[in-house]
T-cell receptor
Framework: DAKTTQPTSMDCAEGRAANLPCNHS???????VYWYRQIHSQGPQYIIH???NNETNEMASLIITEDRKSSTLILPHATLRDTAVYYC????????????FGSGTRLSIRP | DTAVSQTPKYLVTQMGNDKSIKCEQN?????MYWYKQDSKKFLKIMFS???????INETVPNRFSPKSPDKAHLNLHINSLELGDSAVYFC??????????????FGPGTRLTVL
């Protein structure tokens, strides 16, 4: 079973910041938070990951609470192409560690 | 283009047939995976290979047999196809897990329909 809880769906106006929350209250000390997204009919796409510090890359920012029990993915200027299902995943830093996808958050960007 | 590629993109077949899906990655990664996404859109890992060795096998029926001829290829062979095998199958690859972050790159998927 997935170790994360996300809202089923969200929407955001184009050009605004999309903030996607994720709860992972049972995360262990050696587990990272990863975010992927799946645009309709395509393979999942890696977005960002972090351990305990906030992270930023060209796609998004990841804010992890100090107790690491929750995190927020921020898409700073959402576009219509960001419409997708976003998956928050916790897993260890190893290729032998499985990615267990939950049901994710379906993000709709409205014009 | 550097990528994970899968063939075929669509596969329609009759119950009881045997079929294969091919996956190739030219990213130089050591680890490859097969995932199944069912009609409810749940994405589940099936297998993982690291340098041609099986490291994850998620209680998949033994009708499913992955084959890794080299570390750039991981093919999925399915015997005696059943209706419940209808799904989208995704291949993925990632760098070696102990030396860096473990981003997985996914292929475009193969939509298998069993009639």
């Amino acid at each position: 079973d997935a170790k994360t809880t996300q809202p089923t769906s969200m929407d955001c106006a184009e050009g605004r910041a999309a903030n996607l929350p994720c709860n992972h209250s049972t995360i262990s000390g050696n587990e990272y938070v990863y975010w992927y997204r799946q645009i309709h009919s395509q393979g999942p796409q890696y977005i960002i990951h972090g351990l305990k510090n906030n992270e930023t890359n060209e796609m998004a920012s990841l804010i992890i609470t100090e107790d690491r029990k929750s995190s927020t993915l921020i898409l700073p200027h959402a576009t219509l192409r960001d419409t997708a299902v976003y998956y928050c995943i916790v897993r260890m830093y190893s290729s032998a560690s499985k990615i267990i996808f939950g049901s994710g958050t379906r993000l709709s960007i409205r014009p | 283009d550097t990528a994970v590629s899968q063939t075929p993109k669509y596969l329609v077949t009759q119950m009881g047939n045997d079929k294969s899906i091919k996956c190739e990655q030219n990213l130089g990664h050591d680890t490859m995976y097969w995932y199944k996404q069912d009609s409810k859109k749940f994405l589940k890992i099936m297998f993982s290979y690291n340098n041609k060795e099986l490291i994850i096998n998620e209680t998949v029926p033994n009708r499913f047999s992955p084959k890794s001829p080299d570390k750039a290829h991981l093919n999925l062979h399915i015997n005696s196809l059943e209706l419940g095998d209808s799904a989208v199958y995704f291949c993925a690859s990632s760098p070696a897990g102990t030396s860096g972050y473990n981003e997985q790159f996914f292929g475009p998927g193969t939509r298998l329909t069993v009639l």
